[in-house]
């Protein structure tokens, strides 16, 4: 039940509304976005107004800021390849994190959620605008550096939270986290998008060749348009539901609510100490809800997340990390069900473990 599903920063059920705008895109209206005659034409059309409305879900000046890619791991891949002189922040997604160490990027240092420097001389400032495995939140513009581009990976705030890419040089989203199609993504660029990274073809500008996946872009442009037209209301649906899942779970003794002063309100990281969390992520399967152990990303891993590992979470708070994050579809009801159910399973466990 969809009610049930609290993974959304792992990615959202697509909006009945932008799977309609997209079917004719997956029929009749098939044409490539760059062939002159009218099946093209239609399509060209329908990927500008989906540039318009990313423009505008971002707060950007123009449309022509807006490059379509396959997604914010693609987009970060092209940041990375273009500045050689980069620095990330240690919170960021493995698009961005482990790009950095292959191409020997350098991380920043941070003492717990706050980051600090560079002290060196670098190109490129790469700071996230919410964290995907705890929620917590930062203002990139706070990081620009002298000299040196500004990029944020604002993949879990678009569509989500009001953002303005107005401070930026660079940003790099996904449709897949604001109920839009997954394998769509855009990178903003103020000025110039970087060098291209896929060459061999006219589309993007130059800067991106391949031929457009028009039923996705369509379907990121629609998710766009009611991401901001509904933004009170998601937020609100996020606020009350993580008041509700805190609200079961008041009083649960030796549970850190991680992220934060101000963590991003859809995403919900708990640390229960001494339970592990991959058992309540089963167990929550088990009553029909979904909820992730850490960052989808990693969650097939055993190892510590290098977001965990740069906080210094002592390991048997990390064990029993859990992520709940929220959507569009979730009710403040099913929350505090998950909530009551997290409680349960947390104070079996720890029973068992006691006796
Ligand atoms: N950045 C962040 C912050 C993310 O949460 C994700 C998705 N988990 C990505 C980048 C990568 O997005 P995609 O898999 O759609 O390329």
């Known amino acids: 039940m969809i009610e049930r599903y609290f ?12 799977r309609e705008e997209m079917l004719p895109f997956l029929g009749e209206a098939f044409g ?3 062939s002159l005659h009218e099946p093209g034409r239609r399509a060209r059309a329908a ?12 707060g950007a000046e123009d449309p022509s800021q807006i490059v379509f890619v396959s997604g914010a791991t693609e987009a970060n891949n092209w940041i990375l390849n273009a500045f050689p002189k980069a620095a990330i922040s240690p919170f960021e997604h493995s698009s961005l994190f482990d790009t950095a160490r292959a191409l020997g990027r350098a991380v920043l240092p941070n003492e717990g959620l706050k980051l600090l420097g560079p002290p060196w001389p670098v190109d490129l400032v790469s700071v996230m605008a919410v964290n995907n495995e ?15 581009s500004l990029h944020s990976d604002i993949t879990q705030a678009a569509g989500k939270l009001p953002v303005s890419v107005a401070p930026l040089d660079f940003a790099s989203l996904s449709g897949h986290k604001f109920h839009g199609p997954k394998g769509i993504g855009a990178l903003y660029s ?18 991106r060749a ?14 766009a348009q009611i991401a901001l037209d509904e933004m009170d209301n998601d937020l609100q649906t996020a606020q009350a539901c993580r008041a509700a899942v805190l609200g079961a779970l008041e009083g649960c003794t030796e549970m850190r609510v991680n992220g934060g002063e101000s963590p991003s309100p859809y995403i919900l ?3 229960f100490r001494g339970v592990v969390g991959e058992t309540l992520v089963i167990e929550a399967d088990q009553a029909g809800f979904a909820i992730s152990s850490g960052a989808a990303c990693s969650s097939r891993s055993t190892e510590p997340s290098h977001v965990m590992t740069a906080l210094g979470i002592e390991p048997d708070w990390l064990k029993g ?5 929220f959507g569009r579809y979730n009710k403040e009801s099913s929350s505090s069900e998950l909530g009551l159910s997290l409680r349960r399973s947390v104070e079996r466990l720890r029973a068992m473990r006691a006796s």
């Open 32 to 34: 490539n976005a760059n």
């Open 47 to 58: 990927v500008e107004l989906a540039r318009e409305r990313v423009a505008r879900l971002l």
């Open 321 to 325: 990390t859990v992520r709940i994050s």
């Open 269 to 271: 990281s708990l640390s």
């Open 190 to 207: 103020r000025e110039s998008p970087p060098p291209p990274m896929l060459l061999g073809g006219e589309q993007e500008g130059g800067f």
């Open 210 to 223: 391949g031929t457009l996946n028009v039923p996705a872009i369509v379907g990121m442009g629609a998710a």
């Open 7 to 18: 993974d959304n920063a792992a990615t959202t059920p697509v909006d009945p509304r932008v």
């Open 134 to 148: 705890i929620g917590a939140r930062w203002d990139a513009s706070k990081h620009r550096h002298p000299g040196a």
